[in-house]
Nanobody, 124 residues
């Protein structure tokens, strides 16, 4: 069982930056691939970024590639999402998720544990 809490969301102007954090409980954090997803009002949850257990491999949605960076610190049981050059269309609730399988996936159904989400609002 992994319990996760996201933080770092807020209101920012277009072009600004935010850094999301997801702190996980438990001693087995490094056994999980981690992902960030987001859900805007009236839309389905979508993949944003994912990172392998060691942090050696990262994956991004095309819509955020070059602007967002996912990273993790296994010693601190934390995964991060650095978001730069934010756009109004990035407005959503952002969720972190943990996946026990070895292969990193972009599919939300494959993730086993989810945080409660943090709101990101980008004004134009």
């Amino acid at each position: 069982q992994v319990h996760m809490v996201e933080s770092g969301g807020g209101l920012v102007q277009a072009g600004g930056s935010l850094r999301l954090s997801c702190a996980a409980s438990g001693r087995t954090f490094s056994s999980y691939a981690m992902g960030w997803f987001r859900q805007a009002p009236g839309k389905e949850r979508e993949f944003v970024a994912a990172i392998s257990r060691s942090g050696g491999s990262t994956y991004y949605a095309d819509s955020v590639k070059g602007r967002f960076t996912i990273s993790r610190d296994n010693a601190k049981n934390t995964v991060y999402l650095q978001m730069n050059s934010l756009k109004p269309e990035d407005t959503a609730v952002y969720y972190c998720a943990a996946d026990r399988t070895l292969v990193v996936t972009t599919q939300s159904v494959e993730y086993d544990y989810w945080g409660q989400g943090t709101q990101v609002t980008v004004s134009s």
